[in-house]
């Protein structure tokens, strides 16, 4: 009875093992292996009765009470049970020994050994849903379903959850090595899916795959009405909880639960604009991207005015628009104000809503420790959101707490390992600091990650102008995206401009401005116009009445700016640099000096450092050699964009050349070797 109990335990493991490896594979749902973990548990009782009550004769089954103890023959069916048990048993060593082995890298295969050994088990990437619908427009639900999902996980504290900009990446269509995903993002676990819409009916089908193994976990078919699909997306995320063994407390069950939206219009709307957010990066097409992002969210909240995430994602553009400088007006900040008021309203407790309201103290008001206290709020609902930390790295930043800003800059990239925007974020604060071997190895990771980014690689290729006053790499650059499409010429214009004018190839300048269109050029809220950009290139070919005319002209636009933005500092400090190109000395530098009141470096140390940088050109331009050193030795002693290579090559400083103080200040900046 104890052998046949024994080999009836280990049958059934085998026979448990089998099917969850090899079901998924033929798309068997789930409930099958269940019901056959179920039969099983239900059958150990009458294998042992069975066992016990009866006994196998040369003449058939018998009662055990009815065969004669010199006839049993007990003994030779238990010695066939141990060589079953002995068979069954190795059968399933073997299977474990081959799990273990692909669970285990092969020697010398080091950095992948070091990978995995901290790779947390309770860790998960939800990759893109592949869209199977006959109607390639409906691509939209796959994003969406894909994006509730991660987010419904996101909220559970006890599993890390990769953010939705790394796994963007691994589109559908193409073939996925699960393994090498795994390792590229530090997790034990991936799902992938699937969603095929037809008329009011939705299929989603979702797959959890053990990233070490390629070996399947769990599998599923949901076949409901289209309008079901989020009560699907939260019965997946509870699922995958359940089966990584995760704790789930009660706040976060209930925004798992919870539906975005009753309009799955809106919802649609809501996923374009959060894609055209994600990407937008420093391209000249930025400002097109937000502004295009905050129809498609008002025509949302038009929609559904109680959508919470829409809400948070129109404040996110309004403030980006202001703090960019592309409408720093009050107008746009009441925007921003509407958006924030409006979803804290709806939701006092959302960790959505404080996130947007941090950002929105942060960029609208520059207002730190009251933007920190949100984020704290923030952090407790979202412990899976890297903008959490990422914010926390800007506000950090412009407090010019430096090595806390590194640190949570980090923090994000550890939960979004392939984020390509906080990568290229982390290399400008290397930048800020001068630090140029750190800012091309973070550069060097970003572009691992996406090797034909424009954006990205303009600013790898700057880093050997600013660090050695090489425009080399970045000439080589340009050329050769322009030899293979001329069509390039927009998003390059103002990396071009500025390398043109390095090189003083005043035709080539004159091309960039002519690419740049009506879009502004500069550095952070200093934005520049293309009319300023044709004076400053007529100003250093020597063509003083070209540059005359051209600087009225931008004084004009600048006036309406002004209007709009009389007390923004940056607004100012152009205006000063222009009036400074005009010979309106007295204007510009009371315009330069009110410009560094209005924004000082206390308050802001990244665009306060570009005040008094500006100042320096101001004075410069003015005639004032000695004021200008004065405030270049303030700026080069302070974290800021000025730069060796910026002071030898750009036009701004031509009227300080063969100054000694200048060339001194100059030298200071030289990488070593060539001092």
């Not at 923090?411 to 930048?431: G, K, M």
């Amino acid at each position: 009875m104890y052998k046949a109990a024994v080999a009836y335990a280990v049958f059934s493991w085998l026979l448990i093992q089998f099917a969850t490896q090899v079901f998924p594979f033929f798309e068997i749902p789930s409930w099958a292996v269940r019901l056959i973990i179920l039969l099983l548990i239900l059958g150990t009782p009458f294998v042992v009765f069975f066992a016990w009550a009866f006994e196998i004769t040369p003449e058939g089954i018998k009662r055990t009470e009815e065969v004669p103890p010199g006839e049993s023959i007990t003994h030779r069916t238990g010695r066939k049970l141990m060589v079953a048990i002995a068979i069954v048993v190795a059968i399933a060593l073997a299977v474990e020994a081959f799990h273990l082995a692909r669970r285990t890298p092969l020697r010398g295969s080091g950095k992948s050994a070091q990978a995995e050994s901290v790779v947390p088990e309770k860790s998960i990437a939800v990759l893109p849903f592949e869209n199977l619908s006959d109607e390639k427009g409906s691509s939209y639900l796959a994003d969406g379903v894909q994006d509730e999902v991660l987010t419904d996980l996101a909220h559970i504290a006890d599993l890390k959850v990769i953010s939705r900009t790394s796994v963007m990446q691994y589109k559908t269509g193409a073939p996925r090595n699960l393994r090498e995903i795994g390792q590229q993002l530090g997790v034990a676990y991936i799902l992938e899916g699937a969603v095929r819409c037809v008329g009011k009916q939705v299929r989603i089908s979702a797959q959890l795959i053990d990233a070490r193994t390629d070996l399947h976990e769990w599998a599923e078919k949901y076949d409901r009405p289209l309008d079901d699909v989020f009560a699907i997306q939260s019965e997946i995320a509870k699922t995958i909880a359940d089966q990584l063994q995760a704790e789930i407390a009660p706040d976060e069950k209930a925004a798992i639960e919870e539906r975005p939206t009753t309009d799955l219009a809106a919802f649609d709307l809501y996923i374009r604009a959060e894609r055209l957010l994600l990407s937008t990066s420093f391209s000249t097409r930025g400002k097109e991207n937000i502004a295009n992002a905050i129809a498609l969210l008002d025509q949302a909240v038009a929609r559904d005015p109680h959508f919470l995430f829409a809400w948070c994602q129109l404040a996110t553009a309004h403030d980006a628009l202001y703090f960019l400088g592309f409408d720093h007006t009050p107008a746009r900040l009441s925007l921003g104000d509407v958006a924030v008021s409006t979803a804290l309203r709806l939701k006092p407790d959302s960790g959505e809503a404080h996130l947007a309201r941090a950002r929105h103290l942060y960029q609208g008001y520059l207002d730190y420790e009251p933007a920190m206290a949100e984020l704290a709020i923030a952090r407790e609902a979202l412990p899976n959101d890297p903008a959490v930390f990422a914010l926390a790295g800007y506000i950090y930043r412009r407090q010019g707490r430096w090595d806390e800003s590194t640190h949570n800059f980090e923090n994000a990239l550890a939960i979004d390992p392939r984020n390509f925007y906080t990568l290229q974020q982390l290399s400008l604060t290397y930048n800020l600091l001068r630090r140029y071997p750190e800012m091309a190895a973070t550069l060097d990771r970003a572009l691992a990650i996406v090797p034909k980014d424009i954006d990205n690689g303009l600013t790898r290729a700057e880093v050997d102008l600013s660090w050695r006053a090489d425009p080399q790499p970045l000439h080589e650059m340009i050329y050769d995206l322009l030899g293979q499409s001329p069509a390039a010429a927009t998003d390059l214009a103002d990396a071009w401009l500025f390398l043109a004018l390095s090189e003083r190839d005043f035709p080539a300048a004159a091309r960039a401005l002519t690419a740049l269109k009506d879009e502004s050029f500069g550095v952070d809220a200093i934005q520049l116009s293309r009319t300023f950009g044709e004076g400053l290139t007529a100003r250093a070919r020597g063509d003083a009445a070209a540059a005359q005319a051209a600087f009225a002209a931008a004084r004009a636009e600048q006036e309406k700016v002004i209007t709009a933005q009389a007390d923004y500092g940056p607004a100012v400090c152009i205006l000063g640099v222009i009036d400074a190109g005009l010979g309106r000395k007295e204007d510009a530098i009371r315009e330069g000096r009110r410009a560094v009141e209005l924004l000082p470096l206390k308050r802001d140390p990244i665009n306060g450092a570009h005040m008094i940088e500006f100042l320096a050109v101001i004075y410069a331009w003015s005639g004032e050699a000695d004021l200008a050193c004065e405030q270049l030795e303030v700026a080069t002693k302070i974290p800021g964009t000025v730069s060796y290579g910026q002071l030898r090559l750009y036009p701004f400083w031509d009227s300080l050349r063969g100054n000694p103080r200048f060339e001194k200040i100059v030298a200071s900046l030289a990488p070593s070797g060539s001092r």
